[in-house]
Every structure is written in structure tokens, then in C-alpha cells.
């Protein structure tokens, strides 16, 4: 196998995962954000919402400079 097919396969892998963690996200997540507002108010949540936003914004900045 070539480069390319490598290429290739990395890519359908990283899709597949792509696709798979979005699912979960979008069956779990109503579920969990619930649950977490049950028990610590929405105030609370929606500020570790905003952290870690910020937290996946960072790691994405830096994973795409140090990518260049």
C-alpha cells in the first residue's frame, strides 16, 4: 500500500470516528446537560460550557500551529 491508500485509510478512519462522536454527542448530550442542571443549576453548567469551549478552542489553535 502507497502513500496515497495510507492517506486514504487514515481518513476514513478519522470519519468514522468523526461520525461516531457526533452521535453520541447528539444522543447523550440533552441527557447529560439535564442531568447536570438537575443537580448544579444552570449557571454552573453553562460556565463549564463556556470553559470548555474555550479549552477545546485553545487545543485546536495550538494543535494547528504547531501543524504549519
Known amino acids: 500500500m502507497g502513500q496515497a491508500g495510507h492517506d486514504e485509510a487514515q481518513r476514513q478512519c478519522a470519519l468514522s470516528l ?11 448530550g440533552p441527557v447529560l446537560g439535564a ?7 444552570a449557571p454552573a453548567v ?3 460550557c463556556a470553559v470548555l469551549v ?8 495550538a ?3 504547531g501543524a504549519r
Open 35 to 41: 442531568s447536570l442542571v438537575s443537580v448544579s443549576g
Open 18 to 28: 468523526d461520525t461516531a462522536a457526533e452521535s453520541t454527542v447528539f444522543a447523550l
Open 46 to 48: 453553562l460556565a463549564a
Open 54 to 61: 474555550l479549552v477545546g478552542f485553545g487545543l485546536l489553535a
Open 63 to 65: 494543535a494547528l500551529r
